[in-house]
């Protein structure tokens, strides 16, 4: 098919390895056309396959999605239980087809204020595909980089007052270990889609040094092509890291 990308022969010069991505404008979408915003969230949701697949054909090892962060609870109730049951839908929907293609899921954020069928069905998903490794998928769903820095700050101390921890031993190399994201490596792009220039609390601490792309188009429109076009453009950055030009 033409236009559509080919495994193996599409693999992008430079391409990053790790991708998070803010996946904004749902609801401006819906409204656009005069639907509420949860139609705009079900578009949203059923882009995310096609950009999961890309992954291993681009060369992306890691895509990390911001879902839900711990500030839309904000949103109405009618808005906030059908995000919560897109993701229980999403998850009974996907599964199969995650399993199959290798993906590794993963859950980041807060999962206490989340309802129990839901942890359940996201803790089988990640034991289900445990054993994979072609593409990382991590999902966050109630979080926020401020809440996730607390959290560990909090486990760090508990650590330091157990006694298993000297607070001299405490370095930069040391509280990324008690992040949610203590497996990933930091993130090499960051898109935000929606036109929004902003980090909304997404991976505070992880993307000190992430390239950003903030790009108009509204997540339900985000397409494959416009994702290869960001990887390519990534391989052409250069850097730097606070050193000079190499
Ligand atoms: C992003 O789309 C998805 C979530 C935050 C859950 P929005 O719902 O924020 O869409 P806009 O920004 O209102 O258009
Ligand atoms: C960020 O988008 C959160 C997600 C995409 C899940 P928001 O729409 O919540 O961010 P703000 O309110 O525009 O900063
Ligand atoms: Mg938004």
Redesign the pocket.
């Known amino acids: 098919m033409a236009g559509v990308p080919q495994p193996q022969s599409d693999l992008i010069p430079g391409c990053p390895r790790h991708v998070a991505i803010i ?7 819906a ?1 656009q056309r005069g639907r509420p ?1 949860l139609y ?2 079900h578009a ?1 949701a059923r882009r995310v396959r096609e950009i999961v697949e890309c992954c291993p054909i681009f060369g992306v090892d890691y895509l990390t999605i911001f ?3 711990t500030e ?1 609870w904000k949103r109405t109730q009618v808005e906030v239980a059908g ?1 919560m049951n897109l993701f229980r839908r999403y998850i009974i929907k996907e599964t199969r087809a995650l399993v199959t293609s290798g993906v590794r899921v993963r859950f980041i954020g807060d999962r206490v204020r989340l309802d129990r069928k839901l942890t359940q069905m996201m803790t089988e998903l990640e034991a289900a595909t445990a054993q994979n490794s072609r593409v990382h998928l991590t999902i966050a769903i109630n979080y926020g980089g401020r809440d996730e820095v607390a959290r560990a700050t909090k486990r760090l101390a508990a650590d330091v007052a157990a006694g298993n921890l000297s607070p001299d031993a405490v370095d930069e190399e040391t509280l990324p270990r008690y992040l949610d994201t203590h497996v990933l490596p930091d993130p090499d792009l960051v898109i935000r889609t ?1 036109g ?1 220039a902003r980090i909304s609390n997404f991976l505070l601490w992880q993307s000190a040094y992430s390239e950003y792309e903030f790009i108009d188009t ?2 339900p429109d985000f397409t494959q092509a416009e994702f290869q076009r960001l990887c390519t453009a990534f391989g052409g950055r250069d850097r730097r890291y606070g050193g000079v030009r190499r």
């Open positions: 996946m904004d404008g749902n609801g401006r979408w409204t915003r705009g969230h949203g879902a839900f962060s839309n995000l929606s929004e509204l997540w």
